[in-house]
């Protein structure tokens, strides 16, 4: 089985389709920031917000579709009361999922692995670290995470972890893994655990775990073939995210 990893997509959709024609992959998996908008964010006046939306709206709207299932966690940018309607069923995306900070979701792995695990279980969190807590009809409560939702993905026994923004902080290019990082880590003992949001490439084995921060979607792509062991082959433009 081959899993396409890209970065936060700021609205460059049609991209995710282009790499999964490109490395023949069988899923994608994003950490973020997708374009989910409303048809007022997509005729913006404001250029981000057209920039942003415009792409995903068609995957909304059903005049586009996904070519693979396609599993992602959501940032700021994205447009709470329409991340509320896919949550709830009332806006449905062929082949798509949005993950609730938590909830594993499964798929099905039907080849002859390095590791033999049949159902792969993906969990992650979306919006950015927050120690506060907030009321679950709040739009804080979808833009922030906390320590709520890390106790929940902590149950989730996944394999592996999008997250769109890190426990902890980060300086220039170099991030500082909190100690709930290493707990959350040691307790769900995952693969593979994806960042987006620093728009930079680096990675780093901790506690068994390949923690892999992602840059944007246009910079390229990482591809993890689990009939090699579970190893990743990343196809990324230097130039691109150094910039």
């Known amino acids: ?23 023949d992959a069988d899923i994608a ?24 939306h415009h792409e995903f709206f068609g995957y909304m709207s059903g005049k586009k579709k996904f070519i693979k299932p396609v599993i992602s966690t959501y940032g ?34 039907n080849t002859q692995d390095e590791l033999p695990i049949s159902n792969i279980k993906i969990a992650g969190i979306g919006g950015v670290y927050s120690p506060k807590s907030y009321k679950s009809d709040s739009d804080n409560y979808l833009r922030h995470f906390h320590i709520s939702h890390i106790e929940k993905l902590q149950r989730s026994g996944a394999h592996i972890l999008l997250m769109h923004d890190l426990i902890g902080g980060c300086t220039k290019k170099r991030v500082m893994f909190s100690e709930d990082t290493y707990r959350m880590l040691e307790s ?24 892999v921060v992602m840059p944007k979607i246009q ?6 073939d689990t009939n090699n062991e579970w190893n990743a082959e990343a196809s990324f433009n230097l130039n691109e995210f150094q910039q």
């Open 1 to 23: 089985m081959k899993i396409l990893v890209v970065g936060d997509v700021f609205g460059r959709v049609d991209l995710i389709n282009e790499y999964l024609k490109k490395s």
């Open 29 to 52: 998996l994003c950490t973020g920031e997708i374009g989910i908008g409303k048809k007022n964010d997509w005729n913006a006046k404001n250029p981000y917000y057209f920039d942003i």
């Open 76 to 109: 700021r940018s994205d447009n709470f009361s329409e991340i509320r309607s896919i949550f709830n069923g009332a806006t449905k995306i062929e082949n798509f999922t949005l993950l609730q900070n938590g909830e594993p979701v499964s798929v099905k792995n």
């Open 188 to 211: 769900i003992n995952p693969l593979y655990c994806f960042v987006g949001n620093y728009h930079w490439f680096t990675h780093a084995k901790i506690l068994g775990t390949r923690m």
């Open 219 to 224: 910079s390229g792509y990482l591809l993890i």
